[in-house]
């Protein structure tokens, strides 16, 4: 009875019903005493052949075998499947590692209980503790350590259960047109591509994740290192080829007006090349504000004050003339299977399946998309980078410089006649055909 009543003041969503489900009687529930790695006493609480609680510190927590029955008792954030390695390695999950569904972050304090599932399936995988607010992983810019992980699925806990996998449960997918203004303007809409991991301690003497990521990305984050311009200068350029990428592959005209701290939280950040960290201090402009205002002077966007002292983009010019690199189709196909194969991303089970890494999903799936593809084949993937490609095509001119022109070319039409002069007639029609086009 005690147990039930400490279950029912820790989780307050249970109902009575399903306490007595969970909470066996004494003839269904051994209690087991044991102690961590670093000597903290745990009481686990086993009904049948699984464990269904822990308790640590006074603390209740429940384990993944509980999560998996009652999959809505604890709030819960989303992270992708490649991140699942690294938490069951003792890995805590860093703020940028999350995945932000269209109706934004559920709504927790600092110290608050969460679970951690990954992409396309409800189940928990992991319950931590969060480190910050809801309200403060916002303001970070979803930089930071976000959840202290006590418990996932695959770890000495869950083996001392059945070992059974994670159920197959559905995502819940909400309508941000359901939710107030209030609501869309303090959550992301979109999915961060990010993604940073940092390690626990072990006793072991294994280097912990957190320096080795130091070690390894340390100068590169705001500066890319085989560049020799100044850092303000290539901040610059980071600062527009993120604009530009979030206007052309996130931002959809359904979203304006959109805030333009959403547009840098939710869209900027999230296209910024990996291994790159996007610092708006550090460029020229020193304020988005200023560097806004510099688009709408080069009529890319409006900004308009909707509310006092809140600025949104009303409007954007999807016509107006971007930046691109010249890439054939055979360019492409290279760039993306060597960054499959540099980025361990071909699934080892079926060589003929590609898992898709934030960047990939960035650019190639559908808002509906995100949330459950999580492979493709590799024709599939191909095509679709493809697709997702402006098309263009070159023209060339005897002495003359190559012409690239944007747009599908036009079809060409030949026609052999028996005729004088046939050849010449061929070459006027072709000409002609090239400056019509």
Request: aromatic letters at 6%.
């Amino acid at each position: 009875r005690k147990l039930r009543a400490d279950v029912t003041s820790a989780f307050p969503t249970l109902g009575t019903d399903q306490v007595s489900v969970l909470i066996p009687g004494k003839e269904e529930l051994n209690i087991v005493k044991l102690y961590a790695h670093k000597g903290d006493a745990v009481t686990v609480y086993m009904s049948g052949s699984n464990p269904i609680l822990f308790e640590l510190e006074k603390n209740l927590y429940p384990t993944v075998y509980t999560l998996w029955s009652y999959p809505d008792l604890l709030p819960t954030f989303t992270t992708w499947p490649l991140v699942l390695e690294k938490l069951v390695g003792g890995a805590d999950l860093m703020l940028p590692g999350l995945v932000v569904p269209p109706a934004g972050l559920p709504q927790v304090q600092k110290g608050d209980l969460c679970a951690i599932a990954l992409v396309g399936n409800r189940a928990p995988i992991a319950i931590g503790v969060a480190a910050m607010s809801t309200a403060e992983m916002l303001t970070s810019g979803l930089k930071g350590r976000g959840f202290s992980v006590l418990h996932t699925y695959q770890d000495h806990l869950w083996r001392s259960g059945d070992k059974s996998s994670p159920p197959s449960i559905a995502p819940l997918v909400l309508d941000p047109a359901d939710l107030s203004e209030e609501k869309v303007d303090s959550t992301f809409q979109e999915d961060l591509r990010c993604l940073t991991l940092e390690g626990k301690e072990e006793e072991n003497g294994e280097v912990p994740l957190s320096e080795a990521s130091e070690d390894t990305s340390a100068g590169v984050l705001s500066q890319d290192s085989t560049d020799s311009r100044p850092l303000q200068e290539q901040m610059d350029e980071l600062l527009q080829q993120c604009f530009l990428h979030a206007l052309k592959c996130r931002v959809r005209k359904a979203d304006l007006p959109l805030l333009t701290s959403t547009l840098l939280g939710s869209h900027m950040f999230s296209c910024c090349p990996e291994g790159r960290q996007l610092d708006i201090k550090k460029s020229s402009y020193k304020k988005l504000s200023k560097f806004l205002q510099h688009m709408q002077q080069e009529q890319i966007i409006q900004v308009k004050e909707l509310s006092k002292g809140v600025e949104s983009v009303v409007a954007v010019d999807w016509k107006h003339p971007r930046k691109g690199s010249i890439l054939e189709g055979n360019e492409v196909r290279t760039i993306i299977i060597d960054y499959a194969k540099k980025n361990e991303l071909v699934d080892t089970h079926n060589k003929n399946l590609v898992k898709l890494d934030p960047i990939l999903c960035d650019c190639i799936l559908e808002k509906d998309e995100q949330h459950t593809v999580v492979k493709l084949p590799w024709d599939s993937l191909l095509t679709r980078c493809l697709e997702k490609l402006q098309p263009a095509y070159q023209v060339t001119f005897p002495g003359q410089e190559p012409i690239v022109k944007k747009g599908k070319i036009c079809p060409i039409e030949i026609t052999l006649a028996q005729r004088a002069s046939n050849k010449k007639l061929l070459d006027f029609v072709l000409f002609f055909f090239f400056q019509d086009c």
